[in-house]
């Protein structure tokens, strides 16, 4: 086989499917990118047996292939001098000439037989949903931040995904917050369905969606969700957990509601955060007629500042870890947040004016 | 204005627990004493011994036959815990009157602080001599005083001479600290433990001096920023101070259970660990304390084939109530165990944190918990440690009642 790439085409695949790469694996073919032909394309799949990986490229040829890459492939494709790079494989020995310019390698591949065969799911009948992928992007970025990195309580890890009708929601939570957020399309028309899809796959698919604009197709398949766009087929795990029942955390009734302009009190916020310390990293809100005053006092001394803001219902006085507001203010594009509070020890609900559908509940911190 | 030079003093009780029995029961005074727990149980070690024991080779840790091996005329005492801790109060409480300053360093050690108070007690040897009297006047306990210019000098006076002294009192400063320091043996300095000692040898390090004389850079560069430290206590040299704040702040609560006997079986290992963990969490919350991270040790049986784990993890939040400590404790010791016979378990609560602070949780009803356990510790107070428990203390592996009679594991 023999073939000439564009160096940046083949880089952006090898990053792609990177993010499947385990560093380190039992299994040792893992640690590899696996080369395919079919009879019209070329694919370099990878997997850490939670995530699945897949890229094709275009390819004319018709001895097929199948050999295992060493992962350092990535670095040195992206060091290569030329635009173009030329790759060899040897069928007999398996070993892998990549030339460019003037640098020349010869890699030792290896035979394919313990890479996990992928098959790629299609899906099953009003099981799949189209989304562009900035849409994707803006809704994962609002959610994805809120869930655990703690591995102490393995299901909220996870993002819960509900499909029902033509709804998709996200629930997704540290157990210390909560974001809930709906989209509904006409066009989707699911049977009810739930999966919990890890948080780490998410984080890692926000990370390859920020090229141009595509179609992003998303289906469930047994214990898998699967992300299609453009030449990548993307299949995250579920998670086996069993996830809370959200219904009874989210109040009806706020007894203090304030509109804030969001630059601004993200401003305030950060600049209240570099006083707040300790595992809470705890600030004070208080609200009283048209203004909010943001108070911190910790060992290295005492802040405050008021923001301008506007306020109906009750004057209230809260604890709050700082870090939780920074993420909602960080992932949202809004000009103005609206923040419901629910007396002194109930829950702080962010929401964003232009989206009926978004919910942030943050639950203060106790001072006895 | 010329720095006013510290008079650090370490006062240190000899054969402290034997001596309080001999003041409870004067004819054990002249005889050889042994304060030792049932010399019928394998906890059965020497705790003290009176110097008339100690001549015969008696030393503290020996097995109860060895030391009678060692003096058949021995008299063995069972310790009583309570006895020494009011003792120990007793002599803080003489220390107190000579200055405010006054640091206890374990229970029968105190570092007293002495810089400045010469117009009130005289020389620093003069005040020394008159806190021997008072102690053993009032308590009829002998004590030894260390006299230095830091916490360490003085430290090392009383270990190194004033204990070997008649009149029990020594001093150390830096004009002379070398001249009587460092001729001793390597293992004689503080901080130095038995396997120190070896690294030294194995570099030609014998004595104290020898340490002094290397350039700092080489313990420095073995031994970072501890070989530093043992380079300058050669020296004599020790930037500590006694104010407060030198002990540093409770970092974790906890106990080790020395068992009774070997536990071969799952059941009975976790009863003592769910016992434990009650206990952890019960001093974690008289402290206004939350842990963030258990810890779970466990001691293998065999003393030739040494086994057994030491592991921590971190909870899922901070805790102080044993139903949520509990259950991480239990997956650290069914993950880490080898399923040999244990000998000792111990449980440490640690990274504390203030337990009215605290982040709320969605699905954990923290006021819940914690009502109940203010529930659980105020009958304890009132009625005994024994007065409400887990069942699984009833059960063959429960040490609630055992534990309730002792301080330190050792009898009350």
């Known amino acids: 086989m023999s073939l000439i790439l564009s160096k940046a085409s083949l880089y952006r695949s090898l990053d792609i499917v990177e993010k499947a790469l385990p560093k380190e694996s039992p299994i040792q073919a893992l640690e590899n990118v696996l080369l395919e032909s079919d009879s019209n394309q070329l694919t370099l799949s990878t997997t850490n047996l939670e995530l699945q990986v897949k890229v094709s490229l275009p390819y004319e040829g018709d001895e097929p292939v199948s050999v295992l890459i060493p992962a350092k492939i990535t670095d040195i494709i992206r060091f290569l001098p030329a635009p173009e790079v030329k790759l060899d494989l040897n069928p007999d020995n398996l070993q892998i000439a990549i030339s460019s310019g003037r640098a020349k390698y010869n890699l030792f591949g290896a035979a394919s037989s313990d890479f996990p065969r992928i098959e790629e799911a299609s899906p099953s009948h009003g099981e799949s949903m189209t989304i562009s992928s900035s849409e994707l992007k803006d809704i994962l970025r609002t959610v994805v931040f809120a869930a655990s990195t703690e591995e102490t309580r393995p299901a909220f890890n996870g993002v819960l995904f509900e499909f029902d009708a033509h709804r998709w929601s996200l629930i997704s939570s540290d157990t210390y917050r909560l974001v809930f957020k709906s989209i509904f399309n006409e066009a989707w028309r699911f049977q009810n369905n739930r999966c919990l899809v890890p948080a780490k796959a998410l984080r890692e698919l926000l990370k390859i969606l920020d090229q141009e604009e595509e179609e992003v197709t998303l289906f469930p398949s047994k214990d898998q969700l699967i992300f299609k766009f453009a030449s990548v087929y993307y299949a995250a795990r579920l998670l086996n957990e069993k996830y809370p029942d959200i219904s009874s955390v989210i109040p009806e009734r706020h007894s203090t509601r304030i509109m804030v302009n969001r630059k601004e009190i993200k401003e305030t916020i950060s600049r209240a955060a570099l006083l707040a310390e300790g595992l809470n990293n705890a600030i004070c809100l208080s609200v009283s007629d048209g203004s909010l005053t943001v108070r911190v006092s910790s060992q290295i001394g005492r802040m405050e500042e008021t923001v301008a803001i506007e306020h109906e219902g009750e004057e209230i006085d809260l604890y709050i870890n700082s870090r939780f507001i920074m993420d909602i203010l960080k992932a949202t594009t809004t000009e103005a947040v609206v923040v419901d509070f629910h007396g002194k020890t109930g829950p702080v609900i962010f929401r964003l004016p232009d989206d009926e559908h978004y919910l942030y509940l943050v639950l203060p911190i106790k001072m006895d | ?412």
Not at chain 2, 33 to 50: E, I, N, Q, T, Y
Not at chain 2, 189 to 205: C, E, I, Q, T, W
């Open chain 2, 1 to 412: 204005m010329e720095k006013q030079r510290q008079a650090i003093l370490l006062a240190d009780a000899e054969s402290f627990y034997a001596s309080v029995e001999i003041t409870h029961n004067p004819s054990l005074r002249g005889k050889p004493v042994a304060v030792c727990g049932d010399p019928a149980l394998r906890h059965g070690l020497v705790l003290a011994a009176s110097k008339e024991a100690k001549a015969y080779g008696v030393k503290t840790g020996q097995p109860a036959w060895e030391c009678r091996r060692l003096c058949p005329g021995v008299i063995f005492v069972r310790p009583h815990m309570n006895r020494y801790l009011e003792s120990a109060l007793e002599m803080t409480r003489i220390f107190e009157q000579f200055t405010d300053r006054v640091v206890p360093y374990s229970i029968d050690e105190h570092f007293l602080d002495l810089s400045g108070c010469e117009r009130l007690w005289g020389t620093p040897h003069e005040a020394a001599r008159r806190i021997l009297r008072q102690v053993w006047d009032e308590t009829g306990i002998r004590c030894r005083i260390g006299l230095g210019e830091n916490p360490l000098q003085a430290k090392m006076a009383c270990d190194r001479f004033a204990k070997k002294r008649v009149d029990g009192f020594f001093e150390l400063n830096s004009t002379n600290y070398a001249a009587h320091v460092w001729s001793l043996p390597i293992g004689n300095l503080f901080g130095v433990g038995p396997r120190m000692k070896d690294h030294f040898n194995r570099m030609a390090v014998r004595t104290i001096g020898d340490l002094a004389r290397l350039p700092r850079e080489i313990p420095t560069r073995r031994w970072g920023v501890n070989g530093l430290l043992l380079w300058l206590n050669a020296h004599g040299i020790d930037y500590s101070t006694l104010q407060p704040g030198t002990l540093a702040p409770q970092k974790g609560v906890g106990h080790c259970a020395t068992l009774p006997r070997d536990y071969a079986s799952r059941q009975e290992i976790e009863a003592v660990l769910l016992e434990l963990t009650e206990e952890a969490c019960f001093r974690a919350r008289t402290l206004g304390k939350m842990g963030t991270t258990v810890h779970v040790y466990c001691r293998g049986a065999d003393f030739d084939h040494p086994s057994g784990f030491s592991r921590q993890k971190k909870l899922p939040e901070p805790a102080s109530a044993a139903t949520e400590v509990y259950p991480v404790a239990q997956q650290l010791f069914r993950r880490h165990w080898d399923g040999r016979p244990v000998r000792a378990v111990g449980l440490n609560l640690s990274g504390l944190t203030d337990r009215r602070c605290y982040q709320l949780s969605l699905f954990n009803h923290r006021e819940i918990t914690n009502s109940l356990s203010a529930a659980m510790d105020e009958i304890r107070e009132r009625f005994g440690p024994t007065a409400l428990f887990r069942a699984a203390s009833l059960t063959s592996g429960g040490q609630l009642f055992t534990r309730a009679n002792m301080i330190g594991g050792h009898e009350k």
